[in-house]
């Protein structure tokens, strides 16, 4: 089958490339590194030219630039919805957020929302994936976490009161993306996606830390001081240790989907918790950061 993956370079479209690649399906990979990027039409449709399904993944949880979460989330699914119905595609699968809404006063948020209205209401078969905190090799969580307790272990919890997360294991999502593009199931569906285990960030800090055999210090920070230190780390980071958008999702809990989602059938729902062998599966190689995380040194190290 021939299947378009927009954002395949990233965490979640390089994990799904890789699984239908083992299968045999044909893929189109979009992405600005591969030369494609979603808010550019003309290209967009060349792309998915002969392709049965769309898996759209590209997305950002920072606006830099020209890169908004307006451009990207809503301008860019558009162009991706319009080039997909141009070109005769029959189905697409947009991997949005959990608790992705409107009228919520976060961008991040809003702007996925708009994304899954455009799908819903595009006459295409759809399936909307509203996914929690997804981990595994490659990701945004254990990356992160083991760099930064490899560097400082110490740990700012977000919130005085934590709330609680459900991280899912990269293979659960993508067995779900699989059954969405590849089965054709789920369609007209929006269905909301999280781990198998709830348990509080602090908690999941502590069990990385153990893998790593190192010791974390957790200390209670407000939600406001992770915000200001958020900014900073947008300004400075290639990849911020922490976005205003995820301070945003970390600090009302990861756990249920809003508005409330279809349920997953009970073969696709996530099995697998966050222990020591998932864990280890998703950890980078060991080490803390470097000037390569750092904006400004970027263009040197590459
Ligand atoms: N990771 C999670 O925990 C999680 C949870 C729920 C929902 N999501 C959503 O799932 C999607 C994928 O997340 P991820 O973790 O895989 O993110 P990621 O690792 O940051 O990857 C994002 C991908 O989008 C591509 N991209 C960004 N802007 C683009 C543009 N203008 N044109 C073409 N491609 C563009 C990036 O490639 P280039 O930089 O090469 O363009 C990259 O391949 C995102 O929409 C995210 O909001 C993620």
Sequence with gaps: MKIAITGSSGFVGS???KLLAKEGHDLVPISRRTGTDITKMPALSEAFAGCEAVVHCAGINRELGRQTFDSVHVRGTRQVVDSAKGAGVHK???MSFLRARPLCGSPYHESKWAAEEIVRA?????TIIKAGMTYGRGDHMLDHLSHAIHTIPVFATVGTREKPI???AIQDLVAVLRACSVDGRLCRQT???VGAEELLLSEAVRRVAGVLGKRVFVLPCPVAVQFGLARVFE???TVPLVAKAQVRILSEGVVEALPASDPLPPDLAPQRKFDETNIRAGLPAPGPFGFRDLRCCMRFCT
């Design 15 to 17: 994990h799904l490339s």
């Design 92 to 94: 697409i699968v947009l």
């Design 122 to 126: 595009s006459g295409l078969d759809y």
């Design 166 to 168: 459900r991280p899912l």
């Design 191 to 193: 269905v909301g996606i």
């Design 235 to 237: 300004w400075t980071m």
